[in-house]
């Protein structure tokens, strides 16, 4: 089984910047996406990377704020979010597919979450 842990959310004010990291024990050729979820509302596709890193999908609400990517010496994935924004806030949760897709339920291997609090 493919185990994913994400850590590095937190707190921070509107307009700061977080990493959060996605260890693997077994990317393998896996993309790995990353997927959000605020209380009350569905989970909802952020940006997904190919194991390669040569593709890249980035959801229309973060795109120019958020940057993916991976270092695969390590199963590390990476997002590097900017410009944060209150509704930004929710669980983030890595996960990992056999396609690049932005499609939830393609996506067989799930984190358990960490928390982002964005604050105004």
């Known amino acids: 089984q493919v185990q994913l842990v994400e850590s590095g959310g937190g707190l921070v004010q509107a307009g700061g910047s977080l990493r959060l990291s996605c260890a693997s024990s077994?990317?393998?050729?896996?993309?790995t996406g990353w997927f959000r979820q605020a209380p009350g509302k569905e989970r909802e596709f952020v940006v997904a990377i190919s194991w390669s890193g040569d593709r890249t999908v980035y959801a229309d609400s973060v795109k120019g704020r958020f940057t993916i990517s991976r270092d695969n010496a390590v199963n590390t994935v990476y997002l590097q979010m900017n410009s944060l924004k209150p509704e930004d806030t929710a669980v983030y949760y890595c996960a990992a597919s056999v396609y690049v897709t932005m499609r939830r339920e393609q996506y067989d291997y799930w984190g358990q979450g960490t928390q982002v609090t964005v604050s105004s």
């Open positions: 077994a990317f393998a050729t896996y993309t």
